[in-house]
């Protein structure tokens, strides 16, 4: 006959066991890329702006945006707006699991991928020298919510400029 301890002690280990096995297979399944969505194709300068983001959604910031959640300030270039826009992709050079897929002219196109789950943000950057800004758009490829990543990210390439800077 089996006791109450040992029927819950089964339950308890064939739940770990399924909880271990879920998690062998989300982290192969984001090593094979399966979390890494799909390139946006609205990504560049319309009209001298970046491309609105998905408001419904809480996973991107924009400093074109209207909305609370998805608003952020951009970045201020000080006097010499090349120059902060040259440290601005330094910055993003040296920042683990980023490349720059596209820089031209007062733009720049990053994707930035996280390490184990190998999710990835996209990230643009559009310098407007006449107000000494850079514009920012960076929206999560997947998910409804991005947790704040995006605005952390931001704020931190933000710090490092500045840092640079001195």
């Known amino acids: ?5 040992s029927a819950s002690g089964r339950v308890l280990r064939a739940a770990l066991l ?20 799909t390139r946006p194709t609205e990504l560049g ?37 090349q120059a902060t826009f040259t440290r601005l992709a330094e910055a993003i050079r040296q920042t683990p699991g980023a490349r720059i897929i596209e820089q031209r002219d007062g733009y720049l196109y990053a994707e930035f991928e996280t390490r184990w789950m ?17 514009h920012v ?10 947790f704040g990543v995006n605005r952390s990210r931001i704020e931190s390439l933000r710090a490092t400029i500045a840092n640079s800077a001195n």
């Open 118 to 134: 190998k999710f990835i943000d996209d990230a643009e950057f559009l310098l407007d020298a006449s107000a000494r800004v850079i």
């Open 1 to 5: 006959m089996f006791t109450r301890s």
């Open 18 to 37: 399924g909880l271990s096995l879920l998690l062998l297979v989300g982290c192969a399944g984001a090593q094979m890329g399966l979390f890494s969505g």
């Open 137 to 146: 758009r960076s929206p999560s490829r997947l998910g409804r919510k991005d």
């Open 45 to 81: 300068t319309q009209g001298g702006r970046l491309a609105p983001v998905r408001t419904h959604l809480q996973n991107a910031v924009s400093s074109f945006a209207d909305t609370p959640y998805h608003r952020i300030e951009p970045i201020a270039t000080g006097p010499n707006p």
